[in-house]
């Protein structure tokens, strides 16, 4: 653990670090992320407990949507890295085209990454694997409200990997503030919009990139050809894993009355079916994370104007939010203007896809947005008229189990992406490299840039410089025509020097 008033000396070693290249060689990076993937190995339990204490999150969510997730994510980077670090050659025009144009993926130095309460773990360790694939050093701050978790974490990571490339801070508000004022390479947020807000001013002091993986009210669109026993399983789901605390939770429902009437019944059936009688003596239910947060909920069940089909039960020293399901809610009603972030689900009567689509245009982009249908006509119509960080079709929440989509926000939703090779390129510059040599032909080609300057070199200039679409097919046939001729001039100029 950094404590406050050491924090430049922390990023200063962490820097001086990176600058004697120790986290450039391949093998440096792969024998990290192997330690990565020991300690969560050997530690399941252990996290598991700290898990328990901060959000009193069952051991099949904290396994499978923290600790797998996290495991899932290292071994695609161990996997992948040596291929995600080659250099990418792209295509060449005609000038260059006896030369080498490629990418080569630099990393960019020491990276900030600060996690989130909700997946304390995952959302603090997630974009770890990619950081170490790119070759950075990295400052995590976990979240002060989950302090079980930031005490393993901070306790965890010095064990297993690089104790000056990769540290961790742990506080709150003081030691955040503090951290902010220092320079970064780079800074991954992942939280509210308001705080988000303060990082990206503080990153801006410095010109330093920041990527911002907020939230918003991600919709839940349903309409009458949807499989409706399947859906109420998949979008309860959805809603009631850590209770509701998740950034792409399905946030409200829209639908017609007639399908409205029957997911309401199917779900307080499952409701029953799933947690019992009494959802609070459930061990399958997490808790709120701190009254603050239960008590935001409990007010905004005590305003809404809506009825509460089932639901609404509260227990303050439980820190206990029933799951609930809301109808005939106000578009402009303290439910529907925030992220409601907890187990409360409004559903909002919409009678046609446009009217649902016009619904959503008119909110901030939402995080992710959710199409439950079968009509490939709607599908189509909230994909290409609307604007979400993401979309999925006939479920909620999976998409994030796909490394090879990118994961991120759009407008007040965030900024940037990652998962899989997504968060390699996030902590990567991409540098352009042009490698030249001093052929007889290539300067031919590019002698008429020099002076004097004259009608004729600027159409010849235009000529070369065209912008024009080469089949592969001859660009390998020009490529071996410049080589010829390249060959050609150079056995003439030795034959006659």
Same mark, same amino acid.
């Given at each position: ?218 919709? #839940?669109?349903? =309409?009458?050809?949807?499989? %409706? *026993? ?5 979008? +309860?789901?959805?809603?009631?894993? /850590? ?85 005939? #809610?106000?578009? =402009?009603?303290?439910?529907? %203007? *925030? ?5 409360? +689900?409004?559903?909002?009567?919409? /009678? ?146």
């Amino acid at each position: 653990m950094v404590s406050t008033g050491q924090l430049t000396r922390v990023v200063d070693n962490s820097r001086a670090a990176f600058l004697s290249g120790r986290t450039r060689p391949l093998a440096w990076r792969m024998s990290q992320l192997e330690n990565l993937l020991k300690m969560l190995d050997e530690n399941e339990a252990a996290i598991c407990e700290a898990l328990g204490k901060d959000l009193r999150k069952p051991k099949q969510e904290s396994i499978c949507l923290e600790i797998e997730f996290l495991r899932n994510d290292v071994r695609g980077c161990i996997n992948n890295i040596e291929s995600w670090m080659a250099d990418y050659y792209v295509e060449k025009n005609i000038v260059t085209m006896m030369d080498t144009t490629l990418i080569h993926y630099d990393p960019l130095g020491v990276v900030l990454i600060m996690g989130a309460w909700n997946y304390p773990m995952m959302l603090s360790l997630g974009p770890l694997g990619g950081a170490i694939s790119a070759g950075n050093c990295v400052i995590i701050k976990p979240s002060e409200l989950a302090p079980a978790t930031s005490s393993i974490i901070a306790t965890l990571i010095p064990r297993y990997l690089d104790q000056e490339c990769f540290q961790v801070v742990e506080g709150g508000i003081t030691e955040t503030t503090e951290l902010l004022e220092e320079r970064f390479d780079h800074i991954f947020f992942t939280g509210s919009g308001a705080v988000g807000k303060i990082v990206r001013e503080a990153a801006n002091k410095h010109l330093t990139p920041v990527t911002l993986e907020l939230g918003g009210k991600s919709p #839940v669109y349903i =309409d009458s050809s949807a499989d %409706l *026993d399947i859906t109420t399983r998949r979008l +309860l789901w959805a809603k009631c894993i /850590n209770l509701g605390q998740t950034c792409i939770a399905p946030d409200y429902v829209l639908c017609s009355k007639e399908v409205e009437v029957k997911l309401v019944e199917k779900m307080r059936s499952l409701i029953g079916e799933w947690y019992g009688i009494d959802p609070q003596k459930s061990p399958n239910l997490c808790r709120i994370i701190n009254n603050r947060n239960w008590d935001r909920l409990n007010n905004l069940l005590k305003s809404t104007k809506g009825k509460i089909e089932f639901g609404g039960e509260t227990d303050c020293n439980d820190l206990y939010i029933a799951p609930t399901v809301i109808t005939g #809610v106000g578009y =402009d009603e303290p439910l529907m %203007l *925030d992220e409601i972030f907890g187990p409360i +689900l409004p559903i909002v009567s919409v /009678n046609s896809v446009d009217e649902a689509v016009q619904f959503i245009n008119k909110r901030e982009k939402p995080l992710t947005l959710y199409v439950i249908s079968t009509d490939k006509a709607a599908q189509d119509a909230f994909k290409t008229n609307t604007s979400s960080g993401s979309m999925v079709v006939n479920d909620a929440i999976v998409h994030l189990s796909v490394e090879t989509l990118p994961f991120g926000g759009v407008g007040a939703s965030g900024m940037g992406g990652y998962h899989g090779k997504y968060t390699f390129t996030t902590f990567s510059h991409q540098k352009s490299v042009l490698v030249r040599d001093f052929s007889a032909l290539g300067e031919y080609l590019g002698e008429t840039r020099y002076p004097p300057y004259q009608d004729w070199k600027i159409d010849r200039i235009s000529l070369l410089m065209k912008n024009r679409k080469i089949p592969k097919f001859l660009s390998l046939i020009l490529y071996l025509a410049c080589f010829f001729l390249g060959w050609l001039v150079s056995s003439l100029e030795n034959k006659f020097n």
